[in-house]
């Protein structure tokens, strides 16, 4: 049997992992375009039609009034209003109309509606109307009102990321949170990576104890040491005369949360190290330092990159540990803060909405997508031991 032969067989057992793959993928992605499709159109469409209608237009009811009696002419008997629906919209079509809210699409487009008292309309797919009487329209007559029901073509803008990044502060606050993020990935890596070397290459009193301590450390709920650790910073900040509320505390707390796992995992992956190069090292005269800086880093980069990912994204999406830290005025305020503002004060415009959670989500996809490959290499260190 060829290669492609037995590629392409293949059993149940892997036909069913592919299909759950697929459900999972489909079930990320579809939300994900969701939001990508609404932010990119304007209120009226996503009032009246779903994301996945964007591509094939919508119908919306519109409301118009018909001309005055100044604008009226005299055809034979009857007195004729003419005029377009549709002057202010172009690109639209009108599918139907009618003359009550509760009924707006009582008529069909083309089709010459009776009014009773002498009176019909006729209203035409591109929107021009005639509205006629068999008597002179009365010059105290007010402009009939009528309804509309008009097809809208595909349109998109880029209008909401435009308000949303300038009038919203939602611009300000994706600074804030890339000047959180970036230190707060970056600082637990280092520290971590210095410790994962030394509780697995290192021989020193206590080791097991320190190994046991972190893997303890994991499952220790966030919130529980939450109030004591800021109890602990305000007063380091009232002793020193600092304000309390500045980046780099925020920095040194999801330092401070982020470790243990941060240490498990690469622990984990350097542990695994073939013991030959170490070693090799270490005859050759280098130092615990220079083995870790020439050897043991450069070959780690899978387990930095898997946690990088999970660090980044915890942070970027964290709301409680900036609030805590940083405060909610504005020149501190976090994306994921903001969003929760904008839901209590602009909880009905959906395309603003559905704009700032694109943003929020668009630079945790691209870290992800980036590094991903090297995501379950860094998972499954220390599975497997180098020979």
Known sequence: MTTAARYFKIGPARLFVHFCVLVIVIVWLVPTLGIFVSALRDRDQITVSGWWTAFVGSTQTVAARLGTPDQQKQEGDIYVI????????????????????????AFDAGQTADLGDGESLLVNSDGSYRYMKNAAFGADERPRRIYVAASAPPEFTLANYKTVLTSEGIGQ????????????????????????YALSWMEFPGRALLIALVV????????????PLLRLYNEIGTAIGQPSKTYPGIWLAHTAFGMPLAIYLLRAYIAGLPKEIIESARVDGASDFEIFTRIVLPLSFP?????????????????????????????HLVLTGALNALLGSRGGNWEILTASAFVTIIIPLLVFFSLQRYLVRGLLAGSVKGG
Request: glycine share 6%; no cysteine.
């Open 216 to 227: 303890g450390l994991i499952v220790v709920p966030l919130q529980m040491s939450l109030i």
């Open 82 to 105: 003419t005029g377009n629906v549709l002057a202010d919209q172009p690109g639209r079509s009108v599918k139907a109309f009618g003359v009550r809210v509760q009924q707006p699409s």
């Open 303 to 331: 387990a930095l990159a898997s946690f990088a990912i999970f660090q980044f994204l915890w942070v970027w999406n964290d709301l409680l540990v900036a609030m805590v830290f940083l405060g909610t005025d504005k020149d």
């Open 173 to 196: 606050s994706f600074i804030n949170s890339l000047t959180v993020t970036i230190p707060a990935t970056i600082i637990p890596i280092l520290i971590a990576a210095f410790a994962a």
